[in-house]
Structures are given as structure tokens and as C-alpha cells.
């Protein structure tokens, strides 16, 4: 919906719409937000009884632990997508990554929605110029204000 609206796919800024939730709650209709908590709770119900009724073995401690290291390893994986020269920069693009940050919608279009918000995920827009502080801002403030009064 959002490409449709604003020729842009999601980026992992919008994610900073969650703040908002109480606002954006009121844009849904209460019959719709009851009848989501309640196939929430049912779903939930449905997996506890599934766990007891026919629990699964997990097997040894080892596949345990891989099982939980593994996702923590793929999340640190993809955060390091866009620092150039390492592993998961080399690997994703051997398998066709192309990044395109001036254009989001051409980058998902080309690389895929999920791959473009990953791409997205750990970019530096702009390198810290040196001497930059916020006292070097206040000063340069300062200049300009003076500079305002004169004229």
C-alpha cells in the first residue's frame, strides 16, 4: 500500500511509526481491533494445546543451543550488509544485491522489498564531517546571529 501511495517501499525508518500506535489505533474500526485480539487469543490457545497434545522433542542440548545461536548469527549477518568489503557485503552481492539508495522503489523493485529494507537497515546517509560538535554548531550559530543583528 504504501509503494501504491508514495512510490516508495518500506524502509526500516518506518518502523518509527510504532511510537504512534495509540493514534494510528484510532484509524481502525473497534469491531476490527476485538475481533484481532480475539483470533490472537485463540491462536495462542490453539499452540498451547497443539505443545501438550503432541509435543515435539527437540533433541540433544546441541541443537538446542544451534537453534538459538543460528538466528543471532543470520541477525548479525544482515546487519553488516552495507560495510563494504566484509562477508555479508561480498555475499550479497555475489547473489545479485544491487543496493540503489538514491531510488528505494527501483531497489525493490530490483532486489526485492525484503532486500532493499535490509539494505536499508545498518547505512550511514552521510560520514561525520571533522570538527563537527554540537559547540562548533552553537559557535557558527552565534556567527550568524551576530551577522543578522548588523544588518
Known amino acids: 500500500m504504501k509503494s501504491a501511495a508514495r512510490q516508495e517501499p518500506l524502509l526500516p525508518s518506518d518502523l518509527s511509526m510504532i511510537k504512534a500506535f495509540p493514534s494510528l489505533l484510532g484509524m481502525v474500526s473497534i ?11 485463540l491462536v495462542v490457545l490453539l499452540t498451547v ?3 501438550r497434545a503432541h509435543p515435539v522433542h527437540m533433541g540433544t542440548w546441541k541443537l538446542r543451543v544451534l537453534a538459538l545461536v543460528l ?3 543470520m541477525t548479525g ?15 550479497a552481492i555475489g547473489m ?14 530490483n532486489n526485492g522489498a ?16 571533522q570538527g ?15 551577522e543578522a543583528k548588523k544588518n
Open 96 to 109: 545479485g544485491d544491487g543496493p540503489r539508495f538514491y531510488n528505494q522503489l527501483a531497489g525493490a523493485e
Open 114 to 129: 525484503v532486500m532493499q529494507f535490509l539494505n536499508n537497515v545498518d547505512m550511514t546517509a552521510m560520514n561525520e564531517p
Open 49 to 51: 494445546w497443539l505443545e
Open 71 to 73: 538466528p543471532l548469527l
Open 77 to 91: 549477518f544482515v546487519s553488516r550488509m552495507n560495510h563494504t568489503g566484509g562477508v555479508s557485503s561480498t555475499i
Open 31 to 41: 469491531p476490527f481491533i476485538v475481533a484481532t485480539v480475539i483470533v490472537m487469543v
Open 132 to 146: 563537527y560538535s554540537k559547540a562548533a554548531m552553537m559557535r557558527i550559530k552565534s556567527e550568524y546571529v551576530a
